[in-house]
């Protein structure tokens, strides 16, 4: 895997430990890439921090029964799967914020809390390590053609457009990975394709929240997929 000027290709390319950036709702995949805007203190030094290192850091979910009942707590429980990033573009705004874009690298598995003395948090992680180097075959498991039937029709019940000569240029693990970061699904459904463990699988459920989703919104599914 190759992430802007930097290469990864074993578990000993990784830290074993990281700042992680709680974000509800958001999803990093492995060759994704995730635009942010940082304004708060203790986030502005966690960056500091990272571009000062490795410039890599996890993006994590808040667990989802934190993200459906916030608490007033200042270090809520997280989920147990991320994906580490690698900050690859860095602009400061003037007023104080900066404009990120962090490029997905591999999901890890959240171990234990360290570091403490630093207004952000920073784990121990295991990274999987599997997510470093893609396989010809995982791409061809895909079902393009239903996954491409699902979304043309989420797009016409929605009254969408999408750029389908650069949709059908684009590799199966692209596809599959860039309809999952950019979906407009809740925090469950973001998680449910973050761990999904492997292309197809995701593709699959990526499908079937897609269904979901036309059937509760618009009737029965089966008529708008015909």
């Known amino acids: 895997m190759i992430v802007g000027n930097a290469r990864y290709v074993k578990r000993e390319d990784l830290p074993d430990a990281i700042p992680v950036f709680p974000l509800t709702g958001a999803l990093l995949l492995p060759g994704g890439q995730l635009p942010l805007n940082i304004f708060e203190p203790r986030y502005l030094a966690m960056f500091d921090a990272a571009l000062a290192g490795s410039r890599l850091i996890g993006i994590v979910q808040p667990s989802l029964q934190e993200a459906a009942e916030p608490l007033e707590n200042s270090r809520p429980p997280l989920s147990t799967v991320g994906c580490i990033g690698r900050i690859t573009s860095f602009a400061e705004t003037g007023d104080g914020r900066y404009i990120i874009s962090i490029s997905g690298i591999c999901r890890f598995r959240l171990l ?115």
Do not use: C
């Open 112 to 226: 234990d809390e360290v570091g403490a003395g630093h207004p952000y948090r920073t784990f121990r992680i295991a990274p999987m390590v599997a997510d470093l180097s893609f396989e010809e075959d995982e791409e061809s498991a895909v079902d393009r053609a239903e996954l491409l039937r699902v979304f043309r029709a989420y797009l016409d019940a929605n009254k969408l457009e999408a750029d389908w000569e650069s949709v059908e240029r684009a590799g199966n693990r692209t596809l599959v990975n860039s309809l999952s970061m950019m979906s407009p699904f809740g925090p469950a459904e973001k998680q449910a394709l973050l761990e999904a463990p492997d292309l197809k699988s995701r593709a699959e459920t990526l499908i079937a929240i897609t269904q979901i989703l036309l059937a509760r919104d618009f009737g029965d599914s089966d008529t708008i997929l015909q």
